[in-house]
Nanobody, 113 residues
Framework: VQLQASGGGLVQAGGSLRLSCAAS?????MGWYRQAPGKQRDLVAT???????NYADSVKGRFTISRDNAKNTVYLQMNSLKPEDTAVYFC?????WGLGDYWGKGTLVTVSS
């Protein structure tokens, strides 16, 4: 499975960005992780084919994850962005029962203060 992410960029604090990630095949769970300089890669949000979502506490109420199962694409709408959201965002896809774990190339999100 290949993942193609897009949508990163530079935005001022309080602004919005939308990330997209298209998978070459259907995957049970798709989501986003991020890695800031010098830090570990952390969960941002995930969503299953059934629509069940999971968010990091730091983004709840600001970020919304969604997916189009017909297009094998996941989206991350990021609102009220903060400088601490600056990171490389990685798309992830996993099969049911942990079968398969795939990563896309990261896309940089920079939030200026």
């Amino acid at each position: 499975v290949q993942l193609q992410a897009s949508g990163g960029g530079l935005v001022q604090a309080g602004g919005s960005l939308r990330l997209s990630c298209a998978a070459s095949g259907s995957m049970f769970s798709m989501g986003w992780y991020r890695q800031a300089p010098g830090k570990q890669r952390d969960l941002v949000a995930t969503i299953t084919t059934g629509g069940s979502t999971n968010y990091a506490d730091s983004v709840k109420g600001r970020f919304t994850i969604s997916r189009d199962n017909a297009k094998n694409t996941v989206y991350l709408q990021m609102n009220s962005l903060k400088p601490e959201d600056t990171a490389v965002y990685f798309c992830n896809a996993r099969g049911r029962w942990g079968l398969g774990d795939y990563w896309g190339k990261g896309t940089l999100v920079t939030v200026s203060s």
